[in-house]
């Protein structure tokens, strides 16, 4: 089991041995998995609210119409597609891609569903990144607010998961919090709980890992 407490330390000792840039650097999780078997199917692709946002938002496409394609642009969300730009899409593979690169989270109305599968369903599977749907009246401007707090959690035949958990402008304690909701819901997802959980590391941009099993050699020690 990760304790908060050790994540609070991990961060304290990650932020130190990254030293003082002359740009905001990013923290990142990364969980060490095990006891797994990966062949059969191993998958992780769970969205995740932080308690804290970082400075760097992620970004939000919103395909709809309508009323709610008005209020998702006053909402500030950075690009909102309607049918008719996503059928030019599903014929322009290029342009699908960089789309689909441009952008974290996708939201979409439950009607236009089936037409998002068919025109850039290729290129969201893969990266995980398939639309949430949103049914009519649904207020997206709280939707999409929850959706700038989150990071996605992903994983896939592999044993271990990294994400950002926010970037140095947040205390350590803002960030041990945004850590621990991440491995509270990893842990939710794998088959035997925290008992899955091999190590666990904190890395700054330009610093060095600190370590769960490095610090659990310390304190033995």
Known sequence: MVSDSQ????????????????????AE?????????VKKGFNLN??????????RLPTICVVGSGDMALRAKNAGVEHVMDPQELDRLGTNKREARKMVRAHDFFLSDTNQ???????????????????????????????????????????????????????????????????????????????????NIRNAHVKFTMGKKAKLTALKKEKEQ
């Open 7 to 26: 994540l609070k330390e991990l961060v304290k000792m990650a932020r130190e041995g990254a030293g003082k840039r002359n740009f905001n650097q990013s």
């Open 29 to 37: 999780l990364t969980l060490v998995l095990k006891d797994i078997d």
């Open 46 to 55: 769970e969205t995740v609210v932080l308690p804290h946002k970082p400075s």
């Open 113 to 195: 569903m089936a037409a998002v599968g068919r025109s850039l369903g290729q290129f969201l599977g893969p990266k995980g990144k398939m639309p949430t749907p949103v049914p009519y009246g649904a207020p997206i401007e709280n939707i999409a607010g929850r959706f700038r707090g989150s990071v996605r959690v992903k994983a896939k035949s592999q044993l271990n998961v990294s994400v950002k958990i926010g970037d140095e402008k947040l205390s350590d304690d803002q960030l041990a919090e945004n850590a621990s909701a991440v491995v509270a819901a990893v842990e939710k997802k794998l088959p035997q709980g925290d008992k």
